[in-house]
């Protein structure tokens, strides 16, 4: 039997059924986090949002029952609220950013291999930072 | 009245089809606007209990620019969402979806557009 000569192999990230066959790069994880965070908040976000804005305009019992699904009675937030709250501010921020690298790629600039990776990075990093940012705002202010 | 190369840029055989793109692009700017002011607004509220959030609705300096931002957060979600539904349905799917998508966003919008105007026009305390 003739030895398997040695080839070159597909980058992949697993094995078996669940192998990629490519590199995970900065740019595949902004492109899909664009959706998920804009699907995230289109359904969830939404819901939330026009709750929060009818149980304003319903009244006190309405708005006291929005606010007990978030919080402690003692007003501060307990595990639902923080859960929602950071994840649907880090999903503004995600989507913001790279939405605003969609806008960059759209005047035909940051297509450079390594402009296009940084910028994709640093939407993470800035989503980041300024959802940790906001938080610390509300902690301290 | 248009110049000829005006007329031609971004138009194909169809004449039309840039209109989904370009108002994603116009809804995303005015989101990022209107979005920065909801997070600043919500995080220099001095309270979040009913009162005090519902006196912040009232005023017209809130009321105005939320219903902007339901009327801009929401035409760019449909926008997104229908590009989702095209990607992954197809067929009957597709048709039954794009139906459920705009029926979700004009009743969320309702619903949000007429709390926010009740709250703005009703009385103060």
């Known amino acids: 039997m003739a030895t398997r000569p040695d080839r070159p192999r597909s980058p992949h990230l697993f094995s078996g059924p669940l192998a990629l066959h490519y590199r995970w790069s900065p740019a595949m994880a902004a492109s899909i986090f664009h959706r998920v965070t804009g699907d995230g908040m289109a359904t969830v976000g939404t819901a939330l949002l026009v709750w929060w804005l009818a149980a304003i305009a319903a009244g006190p019992d309405a708005y006291a029952a929005f606010l007990n699904v978030f919080t402690h009675a003692d007003g501060g937030l307990n595990p639902i609220g923080w859960v929602v709250g950071v994840a649907l501010t880090w999903a503004v921020f995600q989507h913001m950013m790279s939405g605003i690298r969609h806008l960059v790629m759209d005047t035909g600039a940051a297509f450079e291999l390594k402009t296009n990776r940084t910028l994709a990075a640093l939407t993470f990093v800035a989503s980041v930072l300024l959802t940790a940012a906001f938080w610390l705002y509300l902690g301290i202010k | ?125």
């Open chain 2, 1 to 125: 009245m248009t110049t000829q190369i005006g007329r031609v840029r971004g138009l194909g055989s169809a004449h039309a089809g840039a209109h989904h793109w370009w108002h994603q692009k116009i809804t995303a700017g005015t989101n990022v606007l209107l979005v920065v002011w909801l997070l600043a607004s919500i995080a220099r509220l001095p309270a979040y209990d009913y009162t005090t959030v519902r006196l912040w609705l009232h005023s017209m300096w809130a009321a105005v620019p939320m219903v902007l931002l339901i009327a801009s957060v929401f035409y760019h979600f449909r926008l997104g969402l229908q590009v989702v539904i095209e990607d992954y349905a197809h067929k009957e799917n597709r048709f039954v979806m794009m139906i459920l998508l705009n029926v979700f966003t004009a009743a969320a919008a309702a619903i949000a557009i007429v709390s926010i105007l009740k709250v703005a026009f009703g009385a103060a305390a």
